[in-house]
């Protein structure tokens, strides 16, 4: 099982503009490397993150062999409401994560 | 460029020459105290941002992996690190400071890495660690991460001193192909570019590091290694007694400067 560290303000003012920062564990192999023998190494990358903000989606990467190990994706969203924001990573080989974090809006 | 066949490119020849010309081929002084600087200075912005923030410091990732160790029970003795050591962030606050640090068992310094494994075969009954594996790294970077901010502490007592002096002659004597010495660039050139990277001074406060280039948490002696690949030197095998010196002049070398561990490097 993968770590994930997801980083939310845990209490805004209404309105106000908050910044996501997530951080997940995963080696990103492109697909393009070989063995010393000369093998290829399958690709196993995370293809697809998907944010949620009380059910509703606020953000969605399609991430590639390009992008780095251990992906940190950083954006900022507008506080609406108190509630959940939620987080799905899922790649190559079932790949699988999803995490959450709380947010109180006064 | 033109190349003869077989030889040097002229114009490196000649940049060979002025090299050792210039200051290259005279062992350089010791860094003085008020010079120091971490390796976290010749960073740019962003990479510093990244190591400043725990939500982005990927070095987090392998922090929380060795918190789960820290409390797993291991090996025959069936005994967690937390059954003897208690709460790492009181127990273990400063170890990595003062290591590489005295071992009675072995009568020699012995670093971070080599003191988990001691533990694992003595008194958990474990299998030791490979060097380099994750879960090494993971509860190396635990154990540091408990020393963050505090002050190089490493002291040397007459047992210690022909270690320290075993690392300071493998720091400035030459070797590899290229026959340079650690000090003519970590001394003497500290601050200027090697092939568009600025040199730092060689201190290790942030080990184990979350290397960019690596896109992984590595420790000092996989930079040393590749430190000594670049000068075309046989690099030592991972846990060598003489990169365990290297590490306790290095470390010494650094006294008083503040842990980052784990630090982002580029």
Known sequence: MARAVVNVPAKVKRGEIIEVKTLIQHVMETGFRRTQLGEVIPRDIIRQFVCTYNGAEIFRAELHPAV??????????????????????????????????????? | MSVRRGGWPLPALAMACVLL???????????????????YEFMSRETRAMQDDDATNPGMLWVLDGETLWNRKEGAAARACADCHGDARGSMKGVAARH??????????????????????????????????RDLLALTAYVARQSRGMPVDIVIDSRAKPFLDAGRSAFTRRQGQLNLACTQCHDGHW???????????????????????????????????????????????YGAPEFVDLELYLMWRARGMALEAPAVRP
């Not at chain 1, 079932?94 to 809006?105: D, N, P, Q, R």
């Not at chain 2, 010309?21 to 390796?39: D, F, K, L, M, Y």
């Open chain 2, 191 to 237: 601050g200027e570019k090697l092939a568009g990277i600025a040199i730092p001074q060689a201190h290790p406060t942030g080990y184990p590091i979350y290397r960019l280039e690596w896109q992984s948490l590595g420790s000092l002696q996989r930079r040393l290694r590749n430190c000594m690949i670049g000068m075309r030197a046989e690099p030592y095998a």
């Open chain 1, 68 to 106: 780095s190990a251990n992906p940190l994706l950083a954006f900022s969203t507008v506080a609406t409401e108190s509630g959940t924001i939620a987080f799905t990573w899922t790649g190559d080989k079932g790949f699988s994560v999803t995490e959450s974090a709380k947010i109180t809006v006064v």
């Open chain 2, 21 to 39: 010309g210039t200051g290259w081929g005279v062992p350089a002084a010791q860094i003085p105290a008020g010079e120091r600087r971490s390796g």
């Open chain 2, 100 to 133: 590489p640090a005295w071992d009675a068992a072995t009568g020699r310094p012995v670093n971070l890495e080599q003191r988990i494994n001691a533990c694992r075969s003595g008194r958990q009954q474990a299998a030791p660690l490979a060097y380099e594996s």
